[in-house]
Every structure is written in C-alpha cells, then in structure tokens.
C-alpha cells in the first residue's frame, strides 16, 4: 500500500538508508540514527505523515547495535503506513544510549518516548521532561531490557525509622 | 520550660512573621470599596488520586489551581503496571490470551481478537482463518464495544449526578456479558479466541438471544437519552468542556471516539478493513466541536452502529468450521487427543513448545473500544514472543489529558476524565 512512499523515501535519503522490507506487507526503512530528524521531517512535510501511531524499542541483546527504535507512521490523508526502525548502540557498561527525540514533530511521542526510557533505557536528545512514566522514581535498571531477570522484585518499601 | 515548646519570644516572632508573609494588597485596596476589584491569590498545590472516588482506575493528578482555576496538571500513571510486555515474552503466544483479557477489561474480547490477528499475520494465514471464525470474532468484538461504551458513558453520567442512567446502562451490559458468559464461559476475562480461530463454536440458541438483548439495549438507550441529553446539569457540565481542534488530536495521536469527535472520521473499521468488516453496512459517526459532550454522543451512536453489524452478521454468518484446521496451529480435538498417540503428541507438543512463529515482526491494528489497538510482534522463530508491544490507545489520549484540564475548572476534570475513558488495565499495561 505504501510501497510508493518507501521508494520515494530511498530515493530521497540513498546514505540514511541502511535496509528496507515489505515483509507480512508492513513498509519498513531501517535508518541511520543521526539521520533521524531530518528524515522524519521531510515524511511529516513531503509525505504527509501527520500521524505517530506508535513508537517502541526492542532490545536484541547480544548483537551489535543492540537496540532498536521502531516508529510506526500514518498518513491521515491516504491511509498509508510506514515503519521506521532506528538501530541503537549501546557498550557494555558505558552511558545510556541516546536518540534524538521526535516530540518536536509529533506531540504524541511524548509519553511514548518516556515509556522506552524508563524500560529500556534509551535517552531522547531533546525531550522535555524525560521521567519515567510507568515505573516509580526510586526503581533502578530497566525492566524490558532482556538483561533484566523476570524474577527480580523491587519493592517500594517507605519506613519511618525515626521513632525506634 | 518544656523542651520544644516554642519561647514566649518565639511565638510572637513567629505571629509577626506570619503577618508579613500574607499577601500585599494592592495600593488603595479598599479605599473605594470597589467590590469588582480582585482579590489577591496564590496557586496551591492538591493531590487528586492515586485513589479517588470519581476517578476510573488508579491515577494520580498533580493539580496546581488558583481558585477554582487549574494552572498546571501533572498526570501520572503506572499504579497498576502489570509487566504486560515483559511477561508476554516468557509465555507460549497462547498463553498471551489470559494476559490480554487484562488490558481493557470492560472489552477483553477486542484485545483477543487484536492478539491473535498479529500473531496470524505474522504466521501469514491471516486469509485462511474460516469465514465462520471471521464472523463470531465480529460478534464478539461488537458485543464488547457496547459493553466498553455502556460503561464509559454510564459511569461518566454517574460522576455528573445521573444515577439512573448508570444503573439502566449497567443492566444491559450484564445482559451482554451473561450472553459472553454462556458462550466463553467467563463473565470478565474470555480468553475466547486463539490462533487460527475461537475456541469453541456458537452455543444453539446465541442468535435469537442476542437479538432479543439488543431489542432491550435499544430500549433502555432511548431512555437513557430522555433522562440525560436535555438535561440542565449534564448539559452545563459537558458542552464546550475540553474542547480539542482536529490538528492538534492528530498531532497528539487520539484515535477512536475521542478522535471521531473532533471530525475526523479514523476507524480501522472503515480505512483499513480488517475480518469482513467490508460486507457489512454501517456509518462512522464523527462530531463538530471536539468537546466531551461530542465524545458522549459519538458513544452513544457507535453503539447504535454495532448493533446494526451485529444484525447484519448474525443474518450472514455461514456454517461452516470455527478454527483453523492445521495440527501446527490448532490444537486437536479431545477425542483425538485421548484416544490417539498422534492426538496426544500434537496436544503436548503445543502446550509445552507453543505455536511455532517464523523469525519477523508485525504490526497489526484493529478498532478497539478507545480507539487503534496495536500489537507489534517480533518473533525469533520459537514459541514465545521475542517481543510483544501493545499500543494502549488510552496511553496515548492521557498525555494530552493536561492540555484539556489546564484552563478549565477542578470540577470540569471528572467529566473530562470519563469521557477520555482511561482503563487502568490498559493505561498502564
């Protein structure tokens, strides 16, 4: 269905490009990360992605670069959807890993952009007010990264103890 | 002197400091006895929540008001985060279905069909599900849509003073949800649909039942709008509050009936059908101000357009087989399964290994009872999902919840809150 717009965007941006498939019939352009906004920006313009449908991260752990940043896009206009998945590098126990944000194209990524800090991790060069969303201040580490155990509890335990 | 107890000094000092730090009035305050002349303010700060009585589900409101007049809002959600995503990817894919029950609660049965749409995607038999199990998911889907509106605009009715409405409305979902209870057997939480398919085929006497139900809902809808849409209160409370432009709900991502009620005529249904939604006649009701008595009436009348597809479908609906058979997908009737050593292995290989996914990913959408429910499936070729990420269509319409309230007064967030219909299960995940 946007298989037009994916050539137009290789078209456009032959270096930002690192890969692209139609497969189960969803479009999808892997991108460099540094290209990010400007690409996005000429989908919002050129191609009227008006709409941020979705935005997550999937962590592959084990492989280089580890993360990657997925945004889902529609075109209010014609219908048409688009993938775009940004790979994300991260070193062992270096800094956070860090992406641009897109909240100045699209508010809707707001909360959104918050929801892949606080589980994986990811900073967003940009974002306003970027606190975790889900989880509580006090919890350390990320829970979606693969990484994280399943079992591990952390309990928000507030006590008193000034009286004893 | 008793220790701690504040000096006689002391008290005074603290009196005098009192008195200085109240707040200046302006030069001639008073003199002309100008009764229009404001009073000075200073912006205080309330908790709403985590736990309020007029809230849906568990959130908290960091409010600063001036007066009555709310400056700033800070929403903050996660109370009842349930590690959705995190446990999905330790689960066989149809373990995920209990999971998904929990989502949106008032509709599980949308976020089954949801599930088990991504995963046939990504399976790629997604044209092979029998036109028989296509129809029941459209019924049961429907079903849930007027439950998940009954709900919101009963409760929602309820929070502005309208007792009764909420109560006719709630009868009628539990005639739906005893229908739901006969046919999956859970009144909440179904886990009714799998892969491939539903679990079981429509009990004997499903469709004369549902029909005689919607005949009642009808009814009692008529009433409901006698008793609230010329309603002084209800009126006052819900027109021209939190009003939204189109542009800006695009910007921020709304779909669903809050979008719809802005204009903006987006529903997978209509724009990218999915199941047979194709054959089937029905209106997308869009409205004109993008105010919260736009999303009640938007409701009202969704509501109305599900029970015409439910018409429709029960007089189309084939016979025919309910899942898809394919000992790969489906797991093998009992008979076979205690009586057959082949039966037996497909039944334990399922069970323990789960449904075997090629290596991809997939986003799959469908209309849910707020709006877009996006799954997006990565598999790495197991049983499990490599990843499993829903897109809560009330997550994305609570962001834009501080731009609604912010200008507004304390009391105009509770319709405001009800209307954008957050359900906690599906908020926080």
């Given at each position: 269905m946007s298989k037009a717009d994916l050539d137009k965007l290789v078209a456009q941006f032959p270096s930002a490009i690192v890969s692209t498939h139609s497969n189960c019939g969803d479009d999808t352009a892997v991108i460099r990360s540094e290209t990010l906004l400007s690409v996005m920006r000429w989908l919002k313009g050129s191609?009227?992605?008006?709409?941020?449908v979705d935005l997550t991260a999937v962590d592959f752990l084990g492989?280089?670069?580890r993360f990657e940043v997925v945004y889902h896009l529609r075109s209010m206009q014609s219908g048409s959807r688009l993938r775009i998945k940004v790979p994300v590098a991260c070193s062992e126990d270096g800094p956070n890993p860090a992406v641009d944000s897109v909240i100045s194209i699209w508010p809707a990524a707001n909360w959104q952009e918050r929801e892949v800090w606080d589980m994986f991790g990811i900073k967003f060069t940009g974002h306003p007010d970027l606190r975790r969303v889900l989880?509580?201040?006090?919890?350390?580490?990320?829970?979606?990264?693969?990484?994280?155990?399943?079992?591990?509890r952390q309990p928000l335990i507030r006590r008193d103890y000034s009286m004893e | 002197m008793v220790f701690g107890m504040p000096t006689p000094d002391e008290i005074v000092s603290g009196a005098a400091r009192e008195l200085r730090s109240r707040p200046q009035f302006p030069p001639g305050f008073g003199e002309d006895a100008d009764d229009d002349a404001p009073l000075p303010t200073e912006p205080m700060t309330i908790n709403?929540?985590?736990?309020?009585?007029?809230?849906?589900g568990t959130v908290r409101i960091i409010l600063t008001v001036d007066g009555e007049t709310v400056k700033e809002a800070d929403v903050q959600v996660g109370?009842?985060?349930?590690c959705f995503e995190k446990e999905a990817e330790y689960a066989t894919y149809t373990q995920v279905f209990p999971y998904t029950d929990r989502l949106n609660y008032v509709s599980p049965l949308l976020n089954n069909v949801g599930f088990a749409m991504a995963a046939e995607k990504l399976l790629g038999i997604s044209d092979k599900i029998p036109e028989r199990a296509q129809y029941i998911r459209v019924l049961i889907g429907e079903i849930s849509r007027i439950t998940d509106h009954l709900t919101c605009v009963g409760a929602s009715g309820m929070e502005v003073g309208a007792f009764t409405p909420f109560l006719w409305m709630i009868k009628c979902r539990e005639w739906l949800w005893e229908l739901l209870e006969e046919l999956t057997?859970?009144?909440?939480?179904?886990?009714?649909?799998?892969?491939?398919?539903?679990?079981a085929d429509l009990t004997d006497n499903f469709a004369q039942r549902l029909r005689d139900v919607l005949a009642k809902c009808r009814e009692a809808m008529v009433d409901v709008e006698k008793l609230i849409v010329k309603n002084r209160i209800f009126r006052d409370r819900m027109d021209g509050v939190a009003v939204i432009s189109a542009e800006e709900a695009v910007a921020y991502g709304w779909t669903g009936p809050c979008l719809r009620s802005?204009?903006?005529?987006?529903?997978v249904r209509k724009?990218?059908?999915?199941?047979?939604?194709?054959r089937f006649d029905f209106d997308v009701p869009v409205g004109s101000t993008g105010d919260n008595y736009d999303r009640f009436a938007v409701r009202m009348e969704e509501m109305r357009q599900s029970m015409r597809i439910l018409e429709q479908a029960l007089d189309q609906i084939p016979a025919g087989?309910?899942?898809?058979?394919?000992p790969r997908i489906s797991l093998p009737p009992k008979s076979q399964v205690y009586n057959t050593i082949e039966g037996m292995i497909g039944h334990f290989k399922q069970i323990v290994d789960g449904v075997k996914i090629p290596p991809g990913e997939a986003y799959s959408y469908t209309e849910g009872g707020n709006g877009e429910l996006g799954f997006y499936l990565v598999s790495?070729?197991?049983?499990?999902?490599?990843r499993c990420h829903v897109r809560a269509p009330c997550f994305i319409l609570m962001q834009s919840v501080p731009k609604l309230i912010i200008?507004?007064?304390?009391?105009d967030i509770i319709p405001t809150f009800g209307m954008i219909n957050m359900i906690g299960g599906e908020c926080d995940r």
């Open positions: 191609l009227g992605f008006d709409f941020l492989r280089d670069p989880m509580y201040e006090e919890f350390v580490g990320h829970p979606l990264r693969k990484d994280y155990p399943k079992e591990k | 709403m929540g985590p736990s309020h009585p007029a809230m849906h109370y009842l985060h349930r057997g859970a009144r909440l939480t179904h886990s009714y649909v799998r892969i491939g398919g539903v679990a802005t204009g903006v005529p987006y529903d724009d990218h059908p999915y199941l047979v939604y194709d087989p309910f899942k898809l058979d394919d790495d070729g197991t049983g499990r999902p490599y200008g507004a007064g304390v009391a």
